[in-house]
């Protein structure tokens, strides 16, 4: 049986972890500086490392005054963010597909997406009637805390539905996300019916998705939410590699099944809704990226999960790179760029599987 399970997981010749991890590493570490480097304001590359190595007192800084105001105070909190929150969508989304067994699973499945946008466009829309009894530094604070909180309790109703006889059902749990995603999306619709002129402007930015509002004020909260679930999801390799050959096959090689339901559920829904609770709805990249290492690395979750990460972290922070840029001074959603690139990305997918079942 653990051969099988060893050759279900990928481990018959792959590439290599180090190398392929430490491209994409590589890969990510160039995107970040991109994101430093361009935008209205050109820094040249080499400038924008030295005035990082300025801060961190190891060179002297040449970087003019104005530049470097506009590196750490909007650029650096901006890509630290991207790069964190690319790096959870895409490895919450491999931990989906591999518990449902399910190429089209992704973060959003579980409710935790559209529940943080409903909490959130509530806020938006009736928060003038009911932020006024919080004292005026907490206030900042609503959209974002809400946003998680909305998360994680349509996460635990998609679960609670989804459970029979102690036992989590995941085609039980599909449906049910299912369900709560469209109550969650009726909410949002008619909440934006509601909303007037300068909310409907804060709800297009908010449910497409934008990190223009990024501050190192949001940071220190954000980040641990977002980085430390995504790192525990990494000691879920082993596990994920025996669902793929069903649960029952799982607990005979001494996986604890529902304990792992229920810790992949845990971590992704709070990895994902702090995502979410800080940039707003940015589909394709749980849903694509973990296709793309598939293609790339194989099965084996050991290169999948890690290799997610660091590559839903790249592309993320080019996605933003590109929304600043391609209508700047202005600023396209993010959401709107993933869509973009990973709708046409996923059909030719959705085409080459076809081609392969026929054949």
Do not use: Y
Not at 5 to 12: D, F, Q, R, V, Y
Request: net charge positive; charged share 10%.
């Amino acid at each position: 049986m653990t051969s099988v399970a060893l050759k279900a997981a990928g481990a018959a010749r792959r590439p290599a972890a180090v190398p392929v991890l430490t491209v994409l590493a590589i890969a990510a570490g160039l995107m970040g500086l991109a994101g430093l480097a361009l935008g209205p304001m050109r820094i040249a590359p080499l400038d924008a490392l030295a005035a990082l190595g300025h801060r961190l007192g190891l060179v002297a800084s040449g970087i003019a005054q104005q530049e470097e105001a506009v590196l750490f105070a909007i650029r650096l909190p901006r890509v630290l963010l991207s790069l964190a929150v690319g790096a959870a969508l895409a490895a919450a989304g491999a931990a989906m597909q591999g518990l449902f067994r399910n190429p089209l699973a992704d973060p959003g499945l579980v409710g935790v997406s559209s529940g943080a946008a409903l909490a959130a466009v509530a806020t938006i829309v009736l928060g003038d009637k009911v932020l006024h009894v919080l004292h005026a530094w907490m206030r900042p604070w609503a959209l974002p805390v809400a946003a998680f909180v909305g998360g994680l309790l349509a996460t635990a109703l998609v679960r609670r539905f989804g459970m029979r006889d102690g036992r989590a059902s995941i085609a039980t749990i599909l449906l049910a996300g299912v369900a709560i995603n469209a109550l969650c999306g009726a909410g949002i619709g008619l909440l934006t019916f509601l909303a007037d002129e300068q909310q409907l402007r804060s709800l297009i930015f908010w449910t497409m998705g934008s990190l223009g509002a990024t501050t190192w004020t949001a940071l220190p909260l954000a980040l641990p939410l977002i980085v430390i679930p995504t790192i525990m999801l990494m000691t879920s390799t082993r596990a994920l590699d025996a669902f793929a050959l069903g649960e029952r096959e799982a607990g005979h090689l001494g996986v604890d099944v529902e304990r792992m339901k229920r810790r992949l559920f845990v971590l992704v829904a709070l990895a994902t809704g702090a995502a979410v609770s800080v940039c707003g709805i940015i589909g394709f990249v749980g849903l694509v990226v973990p296709h793309l290492l598939r293609l790339i690395c194989g099965p084996g979750h050991r290169l999948v999960l890690p290799g997610a990460a660091l590559l839903g972290g790249a592309l993320l922070t080019a996605a933003d790179l590109a929304a600043r840029l391609i209508v700047a001074p202005a600023e396209m959603p993010i959401g709107v760029v993933t869509a973009l690139v990973g709708g046409p990305f996923f059909l030719w997918l959705l085409v080459r599987r076809l081609r392969l079942s026929e054949t």
